[in-house]
């Protein structure tokens, strides 16, 4: 979580209890003493252990009479406040506050200084309490980790003007806190009479409803597979609203995989939660996204809208607060008219919502904004997975780590003097990896010590660098730092989750190094685990086992599989025993497969779309389809389609329309396209959609079958394709009104291994020649 986030107190997140409010010094002091600019130029930041070993040595070197660690506490309008201060010399009557840092000591931000002064003052007030003083000396005691030298800030102050101080944080606070407790009571009364927003449940959705609210009453996760057209996001939302209470809820997170998830989320959270006017619900935005300034960095002399942040927050934070639905526009307009950032904003106001919309990065990442504050504050919080089968690629990419030779050159280019020598020792050892293999792609179970030593000597000098002279700490050096500090933190985490790759450009490939992940299970199970119950569906869910273990979900995990609300006779699904899609098998049967298409529209006039593994493929069929029938009109998917183009090619599938769309098997038409009644009456489905048959795929299927005995095939290509498959399947039936054919072009369908895996209200046949 970054340095500038703004701590709350746990006791803010739900009712204030009958006793004395309790808030620690910390809490207090970041939200009402920070003041000044945003500022996040790059600044080398000491780990938790390195801050802990210095408070030590700084304490260390103080008299006998000195109090480490000292617990105090203090009352001020009905609020109680605790905290330790760092340290409490008796015979001069000093009380310490200890901060560590690397590189300049005039680097440490103002807005920092000012929390600083704040802490040391609140417990300079504590102590004077205490001890009965009528003034003591409060200082900050700042310890360059790299020189071992202090530099001493000290102040003396009078006990009353310390009493004024603290008394004036604590009611600022305090006048927020029973403001907030007030909506809290009103929330959970209103939740506790919330009704279902529909006249009726639909065919399944009490089921999935149930299902929800049961795994959240016991603390549990839930997976669960639940058909497309059942209102899977009102069935999962309204029963975690409606059991607020009982459940003892905090927050909920509504996680999507993609943009558009996220407004039909926030539509169906309005619906839910309709009759609950005190519900606040917030939707998290990507910063590149959210940004009125790209290219500026954020703090203070570049940007206009981090100049003052602190200042102007709190009004920006009052309106905010009054507002339910905090949507991308709408905290955009607050921002704009309190002139501060509306992603930083967005971050404030996430302490102070009931429901945050946000994509999956902010809880499962490894830097997780909401994860992070859910272990701070020890939120009670249940977590909703949209499209959960979405998480397992997501998931790899974000315990992924590479290393590209692009951005090494350009990191190179601009290098200073002083660091141009680490870097050529990383490049040379780099260059001694590729000459040991054999081919352009090696997969190795380690990574070599040869590496991590000149890898963790470039990021040292760098950061060296960047606290010496911080203008630099921009472009392609800084982002190549990044990427580096990344791969040796998953370094320090390696094992038989990832793999090690090094690929060389000589064959068309990448020339990187890379820390691969094939299983994030090691790393998303403490996240399960912060969560009171997380609850991840998806109409392709199936099956459950692949997804609890690569997944890392817990072993008590409930699992639900709702029944389809469609009839078998609504969908005809017919094998072709005749035809294979094989790659060395698609040259011979190209024209049986487009003349099978042809026949088809020609018995049933209308829109269809034809799924192919790749473009090389859906081009080939396409050619092949247009020259045999001519005279069926045709539109197809192209590589790198623009947002635009893709619009274009769903618009053509109109309702009463004719032709066939050529598509490419999960990618962008493949799920989340809606195409009821006759805009779509039929889908043709070439290939099981097995992932290819590489030298990367075959470490991954071997690692799995390791992993996970007699499953590294299903695991790695059966699973995975069959979701795909099934995914454009489903775009054919929407309704219980909707009609239609799907044709799966292979004969490797017609094994009952695999039909095994296809929805079982599928009544599958062989299709004729």
């Known amino acids: 979580m970054s340095s500038e986030a703004t701590v709350t107190a746990t006791a803010l997140t739900q009712p204030p209890p009958a006793a004395c409010p309790a808030v620690s010094v910390k809490a207090l002091c970041a939200f009402g003493a920070k003041e000044g600019d945003l500022d996040f130029r790059f600044v080398p930041?000491?780990?938790?252990?390195?801050?802990?070993?210095?408070?030590s040595l700084v304490q260390s070197r103080r008299g006998a009479g000195y109090e480490r660690e000292v617990s105090l506490s203090a009352t001020s309008s009905g609020l109680l406040v605790r905290g330790r201060a760092d340290g409490y010399d008796a015979g001069h009557r000093r009380v310490e506050e200890i901060k560590t840092f690397r590189g300049r000591f005039d680097a440490i931000r103002a807005?920092?200084?000012?929390?600083?002064?704040?802490?040391?003052?609140?417990?300079?007030?504590?102590?004077?309490?205490r001890e009965s003083l009528d003034e003591i000396s409060v200082a900050l005691v700042y310890l360059d980790l790299a020189s071992g030298e202090?530099?001493?800030?000290?102040?003396?102050?009078?006990?009353?003007a310390l009493r004024a101080h603290f008394e004036q944080l604590c009611a600022s606070f305090m006048a927020w806190a029973e403001r907030q407790g007030d909506r809290h009571r009103a929330l959970q009364a209103e939740l506790e009479a919330l009704s279902f927003p529909?006249?009726?449940?639909?065919?399944?959705?009490?089921?999935?409803?149930?299902?929800v609210y049961r795994a959240a009453g016991a603390a549990r996760c839930l997976i669960a597979q639940a058909p497309t057209g059942i209102g899977k996001t009102v069935a999962t939302t309204w029963p975690l609203l409606r059991g607020w209470g009982a459940h003892k809820t905090q927050k909920v997170f509504f996680l999507t995989a993609k943009t558009p998830g996220r407004a039909v989320a926030l539509e169906a959270l309005g619906l839910a939660g309709r009759d609950a006017e005190s519900l606040r619900v917030l939707e998290l935005t990507a910063r590149?996204?959210?940004?009125?300034?790209?290219?500026?960095?954020?703090?203070?002399?570049?940007?206009?809208?981090?100049?003052?942040?602190?200042?102007?927050?709190p009004d920006a934070r009052r309106e905010a607060i009054a507002t339910r639905e905090l949507s991308r526009p709408t905290l955009r307009n607050i921002a704009q008219a309190h002139a501060v950032c509306p992603y930083f904003l967005a971050q404030e106001m996430a302490r102070w919502s009931d429901v945050i919309v946000a994509d999956y990065n902010y809880y499962f990442d490894s830097s997780a904004f909401l994860y992070a504050l859910t272990k701070e504050e020890e939120w009670r919080v249940t977590v909703l997975v949209d499209e959960a089968h979405n998480l397992l690629e997501r998931a790899r990419g974000m315990y992924t780590a590479p290393l590209t030779a692009q951005p090494f050159d350009d990191a190179l280019r601009v290098a200073p003097t002083g660091i141009k020598p680490r870097l050529a020792v990383l490049r040379r050892e780099w260059r001694a990896l590729q000459a040991q293999q054999a081919s352009s792609y090696a997969a190795l179970e380690d990574i070599p010590d040869s590496l991590l030593q000149p890898l963790q000597e470039a990021v040292s000098a760098i950061a060296e660098h960047f606290a010496a002279v911080p203008k630099d700490a921009h472009g392609p050096l800084q982002r190549f730092f990044f990427d580096m500090v990344y791969f040796l933190r998953l370094a320090d985490a390696f094992g038989t989750h990832s793999v090690f790759e090094v690929t060389s450009g000589d064959d068309g490939d990448e020339d990187a190094l890379t820390i691969r992940n094939l299983v994030p299970a090691p790393f998303l199970k403490p996240r399960f685990a912060a969560s009171m119950s997380t609850v991840c569906f998806s109409g392709t869910l199936a099956p459950f086992p692949f997804y609890r273990d690569v997944l890392g979900l817990?072993?008590?995990?409930l699992e639900l599989d709702v029944a389809s609300p469609f009839q078998a006779h609504q969908l005809s699904v017919q094998v072709t025993p005749h035809i294979s899609t094989r790659f060395q098998h698609r040259a011979g049967s190209l024209d049986a497969l487009t003349d099978l298409i042809g026949a088809q529209f020609m018995r049933r006039p209308g829109n269809y779309l034809a799924f192919f593994s790749s473009f090389d493929y859906l081009d080939a069929a396409h050619a092949s389809f247009a020259q045999r029938w001519p005279g069926i009109p045709t539109w197809s998917q192209s590589r790198r389609m623009a947002e635009a183009d893709r619009e274009a090619f769903?618009?053509?599938?109109?309702?009463?329309g004719q032709g066939v769309g050529f598509a490419v098997l999960g990618g962008a038409f493949g799920e989340g396209v809606d195409l009821p009644g006759d805009r779509l009456i039929g889908a043709f489905i070439a290939s099981l959609g097995l992932p290819n048959h590489n030298a990367m795929n075959e470490v991954m299927r071997e690692r799995m079958e390791t992993l996970f005995p007699g499953e590294g095939y299903n695991y790695t290509y059966l699973y995975p394709g069959l979701r795909k498959v099934v995914q454009a399947a489903g775009r054919v039936i929407r309704t219980e009104n909707d009609t239609g054919v799907v044709y799966l072009l292979d004969d490797r369908f017609d094994r009952p291994e695999v039909r095994g895996l296809l929805p079982a209200w599928w009544q599958v046949e062989r299709a004729g020649r």
């Open 198 to 211: 529909h006249t009726a449940f639909r065919p399944g959705q009490r089921e999935l409803a149930q299902g």
């Open 554 to 557: 817990p072993d008590d995990t």
């Open 45 to 55: 930041v000491p780990s938790a252990q390195e801050g802990m070993a210095g408070h």
């Open 111 to 129: 807005n920092h200084r000012a929390l600083h002064w704040a802490q040391a003052k609140c417990y300079g007030w504590m102590l004077c309490e």
């Open 150 to 160: 202090e530099t001493v800030l000290e102040e003396r102050w009078p006990r009353d």
């Open 650 to 656: 769903v618009a053509r599938f109109q309702a009463g």
């Open 288 to 313: 590149e996204k959210a940004c009125e300034h790209p290219g500026k960095s954020c703090d203070g002399e570049a940007c206009p809208l981090a100049r003052g942040f602190y200042d102007r927050l």
